[in-house]
């Protein structure tokens, strides 16, 4: 299965100067520490695995901002596909594929 999630804090980042990157990071750090296949964009960070692994990595990438941020919000998009593995570059390798055409 593939995952797109989105984890944001809430009530921080609103004063000028400060910025909700940070938090974001620890997200990301989570996931990129997972091992999981993963790919960050502007608007999501998307990971491949399990059900179980990957809910668990995404459970752990909210507790880490929630840890200083405590309220934040999280959007998530899933691709539940049993048998698919690689789909992170799959998907994307055919979309290039019919571009070249």
């Known amino acids: 299965m593939i995952v797109a999630f989105s984890v944001s804090p809430l009530g ?3 004063d000028v100067g400060e910025d909700v990157g940070e938090y974001v990071a620890d997200a990301v750090r989570v996931v990129r520490e997972s091992g999981l ?4 964009d502007a608007m999501f960070t998307s990971i491949e695995g399990e059900w179980d692994e990957v809910m668990d990595v995404v459970k752990r990438a909210v507790a880490a901002v ?3 941020a405590g309220r934040v919000s999280l959007v998530l998009k899933a691709d539940i596909r049993p048998g698919v593995t690689d789909g992170l570059t799959s998907k994307v390798e055919t979309v290039e594929r019919y571009l070249a055409d």
């Not at 296949?37 to 960050?40: D, Q």
């Open 37 to 40: 296949p993963n790919r960050t």
């Open 66 to 68: 929630e840890a200083r």
């Open 12 to 14: 921080v980042g609103e």
